[in-house]
């Protein structure tokens, strides 16, 4: 017969809760995006919302479904690299 563990197997999952909270959060800002592509704005400010709010929903899935909010140094160098990028994107975009 075997043991009873004490430890959960599931100890490390994030509550349905937050999960669902995490996916209604990028519906939002995926319905915002497409929001933002119907204003009468210049090209300019468009493409930089839409690039901020997709650094947003990476920030929620790297710390989210990836689980990388139990880790808050992976998870800041991970959104450093995206803004790092996201910053190149921008740059190369309004030149």
């Not at 989210?64 to 996201?86: C, E, K, N, Q």
Request: include cysteine; charged fraction near 10%.
């Amino acid at each position: 017969m075997r043991a009873a563990s004490s430890v959960p197997k599931l100890s490390r999952q994030w509550p349905p809760s937050t999960l669902r909270r995490a996916w209604v959060t990028l519906l939002a800002l995926s319905l915002a995006s497409t929001l933002l592509t119907m204003l009468p704005a210049p090209p300019a400010f468009v493409g930089s919302g839409i690039l901020i709010l997709a650094l947003i929903k990476v920030r929620v899935i790297l710390a989210r479904y990836l689980d990388l909010a139990g880790s808050p140094t992976w998870l800041r160098g991970f959104t450093f690299v995206m803004i790092a990028f996201g910053c190149l994107i921008l740059a190369l975009f309004l030149i």
